[in-house]
Every structure is written in structure tokens, then in C-alpha cells.
């Protein structure tokens, strides 16, 4: 759970790593209707996800039964 979470939460690095590619971002927030502080707000959400929150959301949208073995 941590490497998946660290995975999702460094990703932004390369997402950000220009100030052409954090000016996309910002006007993308803009455009859609973020909030300004959306990337603080998603990492915390991210952080906070538990095994079970997961394992609840896994049950409510996979299924097992079309699963190519």
C-alpha cells in the first residue's frame, strides 16, 4: 500500500518538473473548476486511503467472474 501510494504521490514530480507543465496544470484546475489548492487537497486524500478502502472499491467494480486466466 505505501509503494502504490508513494508511486501516485511522486508521480507529480514529472508532472511538475517545468514551469511550461505547472502553468498547464494550473490553467487546467482553472478551467475544470478546482479549487486553487486541489493538488494539497488530492495528496492528502491519497494519503489518507486505507486497505479497505480499496478492497471496498475493488469489490464494487471488479469482477472476478470476467477475469482472462
Known amino acids: 500500500m505505501k509503494s502504490a501510494k508513494d508511486t501516485v504521490l511522486n508521480g507529480f514530480i514529472f508532472q511538475i518538473d517545468t ?6 496544470r494550473l490553467v487546467r484546475y482553472k478551467y475544470y473548476g478546482y479549487p486553487d489548492d486541489f493538488i494539497f487537497q488530492y495528496q492528502k486524500a491519497i494519503e489518507k486511503v486505507s486497505r ?8 464494487q467494480y471488479v469482477d472476478r467472474r470476467s477475469s482472462s486466466s
Do not use: F
Open 19 to 24: 514551469p511550461a507543465k505547472v502553468l498547464g
Open 52 to 59: 479497505e478502502d480499496v478492497q471496498r472499491v475493488a469489490k
